[in-house]
């Protein structure tokens, strides 16, 4: 079983639409969760962290917590063809006696025009 | 501005040789990382480092050794014994160790073999 997992996609949407990701992670005693976003060639780019239960807001971007279930997701509102990329979940996970940040494998969006 | 630094951006290495990935910050960080990342997967992390002189390996250590004389730089070594040294290589820091701070990437720098 993977540590953090994403669906790989590709995942389409039309332009105007709201984008779904998902993620599961391994360990229970995770506190802290991320959201990258990565351009195809370039470096990811953090553009959400969230730490508690429940919703957080950032512009078009909700990123929304359960720690009981062991899953986070990003919701990209009025989504748009410059949202097309990949975007990769990360978790500090308990690797040994200290917790390291582990990445998921992404998902691939395509916003259709 | 202030940021990471990587260089060079794309690196070529021959057979048995070593090559070295520069990374350097601004950001008065002190933990740095280096991670890996090969075509559609995710980020493996290969090591870090959250106090100069002292660094510990990640998942993926072997064939690579780094140095942490100063805060604001930490390069990476890909030696010979690196059999599949061909990927993207991201360097990351943040203000603290990994427990609960956001990491933040440079540019990265790609390496393929002669």
């Known amino acids: 079983q993977k540590e953090v997992e994403q669906n790989s996609g590709p995942l389409s949407v039309p332009e105007g639409a709201i984008a779904s990701l998902n993620c599961t992670y391994s360990?229970?005693?995770?506190?802290?969760f991320f959201w990258y976003r990565q351009y195809s060639g370039k470096s990811p780019e953090l553009i959400m962290s969230?730490?508690?239960?429940g919703d957080k807001e950032d512009g078009r971007f909700t990123a929304q917590l359960n720690k009981a279930s062991q899953y986070v997701s990003l919701l990209i509102r009025d989504s748009q063809p410059s949202d097309s990329a990949t975007y990769l979940c990360?978790?500090?996970?308990?690797?040994?006696?200290?917790?390291?940040?582990?990445f998921g494998s992404g998902t691939q969006l395509t916003v259709l025009p | 501005d202030g940021g990471i630094t990587q260089s060079p951006k794309y690196l070529f290495r021959k057979e048995g040789q070593n090559v070295t990935l520069s990374c350097e910050q601004n950001?008065?960080?002190?933990?740095m990382y280096w991670y890996r990342q090969d075509p559609g997967q995710g980020l493996r992390l290969i090591y870090y480092?959250?106090?100069?002189?002292?660094?510990q390996k990640g998942d993926i250590a072997e064939g690579y050794s780094v140095s942490r004389e100063k805060k604001e730089s930490f390069p990476l070594t890909v030696t010979s014994a690196q059999k599949n040294p061909t990927a993207f290589y991201l360097c990351?820091?943040?203000?603290?160790?990994?427990?609960?701070?956001?990491?933040?990437f440079g540019d990265g720098t790609r390496l393929s073999i002669l």
């Open positions: 990351a820091s943040s203000k603290q160790g990994p427990s609960n701070q956001p990491q933040h």
């Open positions: 360990d229970r005693g995770s506190q802290s």
């Open positions: 969230i730490y508690s239960n």
């Open positions: 990360a978790v500090t996970l308990l690797s040994g006696s200290a917790r390291q940040l582990t």
């Open positions: 950001l008065n960080h002190d933990a």
């Open positions: 480092s959250q106090i100069v002189n002292d660094f």
